[in-house]
């Protein structure tokens, strides 16, 4: 999370920057800092506990932590860096100790710092501190975060470090130029037009919240252009703007007031999930706010008009795949690297992975965001609501011209209209945010190349009936499984049981069988075993298409070479699984997808997102992962998913004996039994972990 830390500085940097060009050469006189007029507060020989707790709510309200908190410190200690192209700005410490602290600090060298920029020494503090949004805080909730700060926190030696702003950017004093020109100080004044819970609203969002530091497009000095929305420029107050790389969404007349409350509590709602900065906004700040508060800043937000009205996106509609999913480049890119988490018809899956229609980040007519998340990554805020965090891995290692052309797929069928994007876009921001790729050597296939080959449309077919088995197949498959549930992503993710360079292994000798067998015998075999039903005709167009895929895959491989990411690996087989942990596991890290009771998750519709591990919709006691060696190898590196940043499904990240216990405790519940079983191994070699 600390590089959404930086991001939320960030957004704040190129004004303070700019503070410093604009004003290089002003007057002396000019830095001279404004006098403190704030009484100081009379707190006698202690602190109403109910002071300070209201303080430390405050603190919430502003999100101070974030800012003031850097990765593994102490909370409120400082020591977040800013890295801007102008120099480095570090946030400071401001906990209670004397020396490092704000602790020799007086109320109102305090206050004069929130409402003016100026610290207790007189000079001028960078506007990465949003002091122009804090000039509105209340005298009473000042006091109150001020009670909090000095008596509620432990105080912490940590001494600043300066920053090291490149010339003219470390000229302090021309920051009182800005202060003059741009800075508005303006108090909340409540509109008597309006009745309690707007006003609460509006100063929470004006204030504290500081939301337009983000949301409020910016004038030739890196000022908001708006602090609120009367006045000059008042339509522009949180209308969107871009912050660095991203694109911070309008928030005028965005949802319903419902749909606001609930992000702003849980990190998501039925249209989005919160990316970038705002995960840690959500985490540190707004998930701690009363429903009440929650609920002004919503009817606030849903009453200021929009210049751009957008119609409430409808509740997800459950279709299939649109037609341009299997025979358009953007469309296959879409179905290997997407579909699995979004969907076919981008319907997401509640609670985990975000929903594509109707979502902020696909329907803005600015791409950055959605272009930003695709380079870099991205994963769920913490909240009470949802603690487990989900995490999308980077794309980086797709070209410019992949991305635009999955990119422009999805705003075409989910994006409201939203135009295209570019190749060049996503060069652009490739070079300005240098996302780190990952050092893999495995040589992902990408689908998208059969529409490249003069038999393009079999392989298509071929490709289909790996990830659609159960849709297009119904009368061979007798459960909930697609051979993409153990071949991820159509068979193109190394030790995911790939399918590169596997037809040139056969004919081959199994010892299962106790013969040799040909590539559609083993393909067979997992619709008899797997998919819990009845084998194809070796003839028929589906094999003959599947075949056809699989020698696609093939590639250059001949028989005698290794073939990297082949398979699923092993576990070490001197462990021993422990069942009653493998519950404990299967409890936290998959029942989310696969259900308390091993049974699956189905969408609004009723069909099937992930199948079921155990019971008569799961694959018999003759499948591979019926063994527990067997499965606990698969586990290890494919599950689950959305579980870390690896590429291309954050797949994987249990130790071996986690994935044992947990391959133990599923492996053996209660499934449809294999009647052809007793023909098994004929020559000897049955396995420990075979289930007969």
């Given at each position: 999370?600390?590089?959404?830390?930086?991001?939320?500085?960030?957004?704040?940097?190129?004004?303070?920057?700019?503070?410093?060009?604009?004003?290089?050469?002003?007057?002396?006189?000019?830095?001279?800092?404004?006098?403190?007029?704030?009484?100081?507060?009379?707190?006698?020989?202690?602190?109403?506990?109910?002071?300070?707790?209201?303080?430390?709510?405050?603190?919430?309200?502003?999100?101070?932590?974030?800012?003031?908190?850097?990765?593994?410190?102490?909370?409120?200690?400082?020591?977040?860096?800013?890295?801007?192209?102008?120099?480095?700005?570090?946030?400071?410490?401001?906990?209670?100790?004397?020396?490092?602290?704000?602790?020799?600090?007086?109320?109102?060298?305090?206050?004069?710092?929130?409402?003016?920029?100026?610290?207790?020494?007189?000079?001028?503090?960078?506007?990465?501190?949003?002091?122009?949004?804090?000039?509105?805080?209340?005298?009473?909730?000042?006091?109150?975060?001020?009670?909090?700060?000095?008596?509620?926190?432990?105080?912490?030696?940590?001494?600043?470090?300066?920053?090291?702003?490149?010339?003219?950017?470390?000229?302090?004093?021309?920051?009182?130029?800005?202060?003059?020109?741009?800075?508005?100080?303006?108090?909340?004044?409540?509109?008597?037009?309006?009745?309690?819970?707007?006003?609460?609203?509006?100063?929470?969002?004006?204030?504290?919240?500081?939301?337009?530091?983000?949301?409020?497009?910016?004038?030739?000095?890196?000022?908001?252009?708006?602090?609120?929305?009367?006045?000059?420029?008042?339509?522009?107050?949180?209308?969107?703007?871009?912050?660095?790389?991203?694109?911070?969404?309008?928030?005028?007349?965005?949802?319903?007031?419902?749909?606001?409350?609930?992000?702003?509590?849980?990190?998501?709602?039925?249209?989005?999930?919160?990316?970038?900065?705002?995960?840690?906004?959500?985490?540190?700040?707004?998930q701690h706010f009363t429903d009440e508060d929650l609920t002004a800043i919503a009817v606030y937000?849903?009453?200021?008009?929009?210049?751009?009205?957008?119609?409430?996106?409808?509740?997800?509609?459950?279709?299939?795949?649109?037609?341009?999913?299997?025979?358009?480049?953007?469309?296959?890119?879409?179905?290997?690297?997407?579909?699995?988490?979004?969907?076919?018809?981008?319907?997401?899956?509640?609670?985990?992975?975000?929903?594509?229609?109707?979502?902020?980040?696909?329907?803005?007519?600015?791409?950055?965001?959605?272009?930003?998340?695709?380079?870099?990554?991205?994963?769920?805020?913490?909240?009470?609501?949802?603690?487990?965090?989900?995490?999308?891995?980077?794309?980086?290692?797709?070209?410019?011209?992949?991305?635009?052309?999955?990119?422009?797929?999805?705003?075409?069928?989910?994006?409201?209209?939203?135009?295209?994007?570019?190749?060049?876009?996503?060069?652009?921001?490739?070079?300005?945010?240098?996302?780190?790729?990952?050092?893999?050597?495995?040589?992902?296939?990408?689908?998208?190349?059969?529409?490249?080959?003069?038999?393009?449309?079999?392989?298509?077919?071929?490709?289909?009936?790996?990830?659609?088995?159960?849709?297009?197949?119904?009368?061979?498959?007798?459960?909930?499984?697609?051979?993409?549930?153990?071949?991820?992503?159509?068979?193109?993710?190394?030790?995911?049981?790939?399918?590169?360079?596997?037809?040139?292994?056969?004919?081959?000798?199994?010892?299962?069988?106790?013969?040799?067998?040909?590539m559609a015998d083993r393909i067979n075999g997992c619709f008899r075993r797997s998919m819990n039903?009845?084998?194809?005709?070796?003839?028929?167009?589906?094999?003959?298409?599947?075949?056809?895929?699989?020698?696609?895959?093939?590639?250059?491989?001949?028989?005698?070479?290794?073939?990297?990411?082949?398979?699923?690996?092993?576990?070490?087989?001197?462990?021993?699984?422990?069942?009653?942990?493998?519950?404990?596991?299967?409890?936290?890290?998959?029942?989310?997808?696969?259900?308390?009771?091993?049974?699956?998750?189905?969408?609004?519709?009723?069909?099937?997102?992930?199948?079921?591990?155990w019971g008569e919709r799961s694959f018999n006691i003759g499948a591979g992962m019926a063994r527990?060696?067997?499965?606990?190898?698969?586990?290890?590196?494919?599950?689950?998913?959305?579980?870390?940043?690896?590429?291309?499904?954050?797949?994987?990240?249990?130790?071996?004996?986690?994935?044992?216990?947990?391959?133990?405790?599923?492996?053996?519940?209660?499934?449809?039994?294999?009647?052809?079983?007793?023909?098994?191994?004929?020559?000897?070699?049955?396995?420990?972990?075979?289930?007969?």
């Amino acid at each position: 999370m600390e590089e959404s830390k930086n991001r939320k500085l960030k957004r704040l940097g190129a004004a303070a920057a700019a503070a410093a060009v604009l004003a290089s050469g002003v007057a002396i006189w000019m830095a001279i800092p404004p006098a403190i007029t704030a009484r100081e507060p009379d707190f006698g020989a202690s602190v109403d506990p109910a002071l300070i707790e209201r303080g430390k709510y405050i603190a919430y309200l502003g999100d101070c932590v974030a800012c003031h908190t850097e990765k593994g410190g102490a909370p409120m200690a400082g020591g977040l860096a800013l890295e801007t192209p102008m120099g480095t700005i570090w946030s400071t410490n401001i906990t209670p100790d004397p020396k490092t602290g704000i602790g020799g600090w007086t109320f109102g060298e305090f206050d004069r710092a929130m409402r003016k920029g100026v610290a207790a020494n007189g000079h001028n503090l960078y506007p990465a501190m949003p002091y122009p949004s804090y000039a509105k805080i209340t005298e009473e909730d000042m006091t109150a975060l001020w009670a909090y700060l000095i008596k509620g926190l432990e105080p912490v030696e940590k001494p600043n470090q300066p920053a090291q702003m490149n010339f003219p950017f470390n000229l302090r004093f021309g920051l009182a130029y800005w202060n003059a020109v741009f800075a508005d100080d303006t108090p909340f004044v409540p509109d008597p037009a309006q009745d309690e819970e707007w006003n609460r609203g509006a100063y929470l969002v004006q204030g504290l919240g500081h939301c337009g530091a983000c949301h409020t497009p910016r004038g030739i000095g890196f000022n908001e252009l708006a602090m609120t929305e009367k006045g000059r420029n008042g339509d522009q107050f949180l209308a969107g703007a871009q912050v660095e790389n991203w694109h911070a969404i309008e928030l005028r007349d965005l949802w319903t007031v419902e749909d606001t409350v609930e992000l702003l509590k849980t990190g998501q709602n039925r249209f989005a999930t919160v990316s970038g900065s705002m995960t840690d906004v959500i985490l540190h700040s707004t998930q701690h706010f009363t429903d009440e508060d929650l609920t002004a800043i919503a009817v606030y937000l849903k009453s200021l008009p929009s210049k751009h009205p957008r119609p409430l996106p409808p509740e997800p509609v459950y279709t299939g795949a649109p037609d341009a999913a299997f025979n358009t480049a953007g469309g296959l890119g879409y179905m290997q690297f997407c579909n699995d988490c979004h969907r076919p018809d981008g319907t997401g899956v509640r609670g985990i992975f975000p929903a594509l229609a109707g979502n902020p980040t696909i329907t803005a007519k600015d791409p950055s965001s959605l272009i930003h998340i695709t380079l870099t990554g991205w994963e769920t805020a913490a909240t009470n609501a949802y603690p487990r965090t989900y995490t999308m891995p980077a794309f980086a290692r797709l070209t410019d011209k992949e991305i635009a052309e999955i990119l422009s797929y999805v705003r075409e069928n989910w994006g409201g209209g939203a135009p295209a994007v570019t190749e060049a876009q996503v060069a652009k921001a490739r070079k300005n945010i240098d996302p780190k790729i990952d050092a893999s050597t495995f040589v992902t296939p990408r689908l998208a190349s059969l529409l490249d080959e003069p038999d393009k449309d079999q392989l298509v077919l071929g490709m289909r009936l790996n990830s659609e088995t159960n849709k297009l197949l119904p009368g061979h498959v007798g459960n909930d499984l697609n051979c993409t549930s153990c071949h991820l992503n159509a068979g193109t993710v190394a030790d995911g049981s790939p399918y590169v360079g596997v037809s040139a292994f056969f004919p081959s000798y199994a010892p299962r069988s106790g013969r040799e067998i040909t590539m559609a015998d083993r393909i067979n075999g997992c619709f008899r075993r797997s998919m819990n039903g009845q084998p194809l005709k070796p003839d028929s167009e589906e094999m003959l298409a599947m075949l056809a895929y699989f020698d696609w895959m093939k590639g250059e491989t001949r028989p005698e070479d290794k073939v990297e990411g082949r398979g699923i690996g092993k576990i070490d087989p001197s462990l021993t699984p422990d069942p009653v942990n493998g519950e404990k596991i299967y409890a936290a890290q998959c029942a989310v997808c696969h259900g308390a009771n091993g049974e699956g998750l189905k969408d609004g519709a009723g069909r099937v997102v992930y199948p079921a591990l155990w019971g008569e919709r799961s694959f018999n006691i003759g499948a591979g992962m019926a063994r527990t060696y067997t499965a606990a190898a698969f586990v290890k590196r494919n599950m689950p998913i959305g579980f870390h940043e690896k590429f291309p499904l954050g797949q994987g990240g249990l130790s071996d004996q986690e994935a044992l216990d947990v391959a133990e405790f599923f492996s053996h519940k209660p499934r449809p039994d294999f009647p052809g079983k007793e023909k098994d191994w004929p020559n000897g070699g049955k396995p420990k972990d075979a289930r007969y």
